[in-house]
């Protein structure tokens, strides 16, 4: 009886011991990146001068002359912060890590996580009829917006843009006041991030807190709690960080506020509001193509979608290219083709053939539906490259507005092409066809993968000669993914990486006379 | 203290799906040195899922189907002690018409491996009290996708469980069966490494729920033990987990539940006893984030001496 009990126990022990080794193999998974402060690797005093992408000059933004170090005004700003850093709370020492020495981080991670939420595609009614999100009635359903790729892209760039001017702005008044920081001007504090001996008025982590705030706001209206509870946490772990007092927070605000009200401004004007036109208009637009080359791309979806996604999302203002028609792809191969014949061949080997390691690939840049979209995938390896070579908020508000900016032009130049060819997807042209990524609600010609991927490996080959080459693997990668994804022709990938390479020609020129190099 | 009681008191293991016959869930045990291999096909689908806890359709997927085709072998190890070893093949694929055009996917699903022992037994005036524990561990066979709701073959995570059984039968072949299981299932490898479940993840892993498994049986021999016959309760729980959202596809950390009701049947072949044939049939009456599947199976055990 002693015995059996014995090894009844034992059996228990092992089993008990199993679980704890289980549970202990079970690591926390990451829901945020793993930002920290770090060293800047230059600090760009001359940025003030630096051209900005909307404003036209950087006093065009007025803030108020800063008190002195020495006054009683300043030395009360200053108290104040010491005594906020007295008594640290466990969540505000945690806010401080979050947010970081660089701000331009988090708000980027927070637009990608954003934009993931609402990625979202309408689903059809009872009825069968489909229903748009509507910015007068955010609410829904479906709630606004659909944050899909143009979307996405576009709420990036113009966060970026009002980013990057915005610093250009503060640069200008940092160093035409240089107000020290508060703990050169009182060696007792030391603050929390790593000090990089920026003047501190107006405060830049106010100006990209704020900026970014407003412009996401106006993209995501249902998140304007979150985004204002996030931005009152910014600001106010910059004073618990030690690193700016209240009147460096609000001139940057100043900065941020009117900078992002110039973004907003040009959004509200940049033909975004028409880009998804009715039925009527997208019958014409396709009818056209019709006439021109004789094929159109049709909606295979059940129930149709009666309007592609976006048809008139070429008229959206670009940034840098002049004119759709200069970096329009050449016609894709006709219906009679031995080009589209062999494509078809070609695709349907793939997907009967398809290896794990092309599987992989295909899951690895779809960032499709729910997900933060290929910009928002090359945001993320910029931001990660950008913190590897030490950045600082201006370079990095730099990189990131190149970026955005080259990938909203390399979109609109990709739905040009789409509507404008309106070419059928692999689905439509080749009988009983299989894919194993979802086939998307517009024209497969070009690839927006393609587009948008190399348009961000070129900036990011400007930015980061040293990767250049890593980056343009990778966009050729996203490019072919969607190949064996089975929902693009290798030419739709192919031309559509030239396309994107061509676009982005035109911001890098922007970017090589900024008087940044 | 209390949690060690309760891990006592809780179950044992299962492995996969809805195996019907010599399942760690059943109270079946083989004799010393004996094998029973079962052989098992069904066939389910479903053209309604619930989304979170609404119940929609999607005309792009249309109705799922899905085939497994399961080995499982239980060998008397012990005269109280069975081993269980199997492993399903699944292959599912959306109807035609459909608006998806996707392709489906098939292959070996998960191993499984489950020790089934007797831990106590008693006979009253009129029938028995049966009490059995299960520890089981499976794992996937092959490298298939997790992530490709909803034609995934599986869930793609290791599992460890632990189940109770408890059987009352009476002489006349009456029996009632009640099982309760805790399954702690592992992390999935998806092929990308950013993921939204009620907010970013910057991994490929994805943490797939531990659920709670209920199974309620009641049944009946006829024909001098030859023919059972079995109406049946699955209840399956999952402790997190979030929600599909609207119109998304599911994803390995979608908090999963069914309430599946079903029938089982076996026959034992008078003139060769040492074999059955089985049908089995199920249906998912209630869910979340879960196929209304509807299931019907066959299959054939044998068993035999070594």
Known sequence: MTCKMKKNNIILSFIIACLFILQACEE????????????FASVDSDAGSWTPVLLSSPDN????????????AYQTE????????????????KAIAYWTNNPTLRWNEIALELIAKYNLIPGPNEDGSYTLPNPNNPDGPPPFPFAHPPYAVRALAYMSVAQYDGLIAAWHYKYQFNRAEPSEVDPSISPDYISNNIPSYPSDGAVVAQASKEVLKAMFPLEADYLEEMANQHLNSLMWAG????????????????VASIALSRAANDNMSKAQPNKAVSDSIKASAYDRFGWQWENLESPVRPVGLTPLYSQVDMWYVPTLEEVRPIAPPGMDSPELAADIKKLVDIADN??????????????????????GHWNKIAIDHLIAYGQNPIRSARTLAYLNIAMMDAGISCWDAKYYYHYPRPIQLIPNFKTIAGTPNFPSYTSGHSVFSAAGAEVLSYVFPQDAQKFREWALEAAVSRVYG???????????????????????????????? | MKTLKLLVIALAILATNNLAAQTPTDAILMGPKEICMAFTYQYGSWDQYWEGTRLRKNENV???NQQMGAFIAAIGVHKKVNLLVGVPYVKTHSSEPNGGKMAGAKGFQDISFNVKAQVYERTFEKGALTVLANAGYSTPSTNYLSDYRPYSIGFGASEFNLRLIGQYKWNSGLFMRAATAHLWRGQTEAER???????????????????????????????????????????????????????????????????????????????????SVLAFFSHNVNGRNAGKFTRFGIGTTIQFGF
């Open chain 2, 62 to 64: 249309a109705t799922l």
């Open chain 1, 486 to 517: 089975g929902i693009h022709w290798t030419f739709d990938a192919e031309v559509g990486t030239t396309q994107g390479i061509q676009v982005a020609s035109y911001t890098i020129q922007a970017a090589q006379n900024d008087g940044a190099n």
């Open chain 1, 354 to 375: 398809v290896t794990e390691e092309q599987r992989a690939i295909a899951n690895y840049w779809q960032d499709g539906l729910g997900t933060y979209t290929p910009p």
């Open chain 1, 78 to 93: 200053l108290e104040a912060l010491k005594q906020v850093r007295s008594s640290l709370s466990e969540s505000q020492k």
């Open chain 2, 193 to 275: 490494d950013y993921y939204y479940a009620n907010g970013s993840y910057y991994t490929a892993l994805m943490d797939v729920p531990n659920a709670w498994e209920f199974n309620l049986v009641a049944g009946k021999w006829f024909l001098d033990n030859k023919l059972k016959v079995e109406a049946s309760y699955v209840g399956i729980k999952s402790v997190s987990g979030d929600d599909i959202r609207i119109y998304n596809a599911g994803q390995p950390t979608n908090k999963v539940q069914f309430d599946q009701i079903g029938m089982n049947t076996q026959f034992f072949l008078p003139p060769i006893p040492w074999m």
């Open chain 1, 61 to 72: 933004i007025v803030i108020a002359d800063p008190q002195p170090t020495s006054s009683a």
């Open chain 1, 28 to 39: 926390d998974l990451p829901t945020m990146a793993n930002y920290k402060d770090y060293s």
């Open chain 1, 243 to 258: 690193v700016n007092v209240q009147s460096d927070l609000d001139a940057g605000k100043i900065i941020g506020q009117e």
